[in-house]
């Protein structure tokens, strides 16, 4: 018997349609949190995410009050809560960054009303125990003593120093020593004064009828209030262009390149075209940057480039890590790169594959309830909503080759990249100064 098949042709992609948002409901309670429920009844559960705001807070004691925030109650200790928790198949989680306090959790549908006690348990009395203190403060310093080891961590840390002189941005990791200096009364005070309602946002999604969802929210949090501060947060340097800046690191066998151009906040116009160009550029595998420094060249494994979002600004970062005997000819291709997004328009075929991925990827990001829950808090963060992403995904498709050259020419001409490589100095140093100045910091 023959084993021989006749080649089938593989199917075109179906055409993209409208997005089609969820059912939901929102709703600001008296203490003033923005509550958003939202209903995907794929599964039994639900995924909540509640974003406080946490701008300007002393790094060292942000980090620290994530860690310990469900470490106990003068009511129940960390294991009494850990069992509730789990007897309700949930979690509980809080992190930092330099915008937001974030707590992320999820349980049986059935559940949901325990763990909303659960969180209102800690956000109106948590208590910071000293052992489990000292315990999270250990572990946080030993963690950032060996980020320190790690050349990646090292070339982001050079790049936030020179993109952001003098702004709260400039330093995002705390010295260890601060860290373990953190008492539990400064963890109190800032749960005092800073995890208000006011400002915030919870976002439940999952198997829930969504006014349901949010009558048990207001039932149970009613008890959390306070006002939040008032915190000025300047905005961020203009981003220029000017000399390498150059990281010493003796015996590196790699330099990491790093590369900040000025973006735009997603409410911005040019927002969707400045999208699609970084995509074209480095933001995803078929990119020109990948097919040139990886593909063509096999300067390294992974090279990016993606916007990065803050609530002071937007910035387009270029990553690349790759080997010191090729660190000046990968700045040059990277350069050469942007130099041609900057002055040429992208083929339409180049385009149309961005565009899909950019579509695609939206999607993706919508198809379960954790996808929608985390990218609809993230929105509220920057004072937008699922409905400006049904708006940004019509935009994406409509914007036109002209438009992204345009915005390629605005944001990725390389004279307005700030430029830091991490390495081995004294090797790369020269052929880096054939290409243009450079400073060591």
């Given amino acids: 018997m023959s084993t021989e098949s006749t080649p089938r042709e593989v199917p075109g992609l179906t055409p993209a349609g409208p997005l089609v948002l969820p059912e939901r409901a929102e709703r600001t309670l008296p203490n003033g949190l923005k509550v ?32 310990t925030l469900f470490a106990g109650t003068d009511e129940m200790d960390i294991y009494a809560i850990t069992t509730e928790l789990q ?15 974030t707590i992320s959790g999820n349980c ?10 659960l969180l209102a348990i800690t956000l109106n009395g948590a208590v910071y125990p000293e052992g489990e203190v000292e315990t999270e403060a250990e572990r946080i310093a030993d963690r950032i003593s060996l980020a320190r080891t790690q050349p ?19 330093v995002q990791t705390p010295e260890p020593e601060q860290v373990r200096a953190v008492t539990r009364e400064q963890l109190a005070a800032m749960h005092a004064e800073r995890v208000r309602p006011e400002g915030a946002t919870l976002v439940l999604v999952g198997d829930v009828v969504p006014e349901k969802a ?8 009613s008890a959390w209030t306070g006002p939040a501060p008032t915190v000025t947060f300047p905005a961020v340097p203009a981003l220029g262009g000017g000399p390498i800046t150059l990281v010493d690191r003796p015996g590196s066998v790699q330099s990491c390149l790093r590369i900040a151009l000025p973006g735009v906040p997603r409410s911005h116009p040019d927002h969707p075209a400045l999208t699609l160009a970084n995509l ?52 040059l291709e990277t350069l050469y790169e942007l130099g041609r997004m900057s002055v040429l328009p992208p ?42 992403l049904a708006a940004h995904c019509d935009r994406l498709a409509n914007t ?7 915005a390629s020419a605005r944001y990725l001409a390389p004279a307005n990249a700030a430029i830091v490589i991490l390495g081995e100095a004294d090797v790369v140093e020269p052929s880096l100064r054939a290409l243009a100045g450079v400073v060591r910091a």
């Fill in 280 to 331: 074209v550029f480095g933001g995803y595998f078929s990119s020109r940057l990948v097919g040139n420094i990886r593909e063509d060249k096999g300067y390294t494994y992974s090279p990016h480039s993606g916007v990065e979002h803050s609530l002071a600004g937007s910035t387009v970062m270029i990553t690349a890590d790759v080997a010191t005997e090729v660190t000046a000819p990968a700045l």
């Fill in 87 to 101: 007897a309700v198949g949930g979690g509980l989680a809080a992190g930092t960054d330099m915008d937001r306090l």
């Fill in 152 to 170: 990646g961590h090292l070339a982001r840390v050079a790049l936030l120093k020179r993109i952001y002189p003098g702004h709260p941005y400039e």
């Fill in 36 to 67: 958003i429920a939202i209903r995907r009844s794929s599964i039994p559960l639900v995924e909540l995410r509640l974003r406080v705001p946490l701008v300007q807070a002393d790094l060292a004691q942000a980090g620290l009050l994530a860690g």
């Fill in 108 to 117: 049986l549908v059935d559940g949901l009303d325990r763990l909303l006690e």
């Fill in 347 to 388: 083929e339409a075929e180049e385009l149309e594959q961005a565009r899909e991925y950019a579509l695609g990827s939206l999607r993706l990001g919508m198809a379960t309830q954790a996808g929608i829950a985390s990218l609809t808090s993230m929105l509220e963060g920057f004072g937008l909503d699922l409905d400006w």
């Fill in 400 to 406: 036109t080759l002209e438009q992204v050259a345009a």
């Fill in 214 to 221: 949010l009558d048990s929210v207001a039932q149970a949090l």
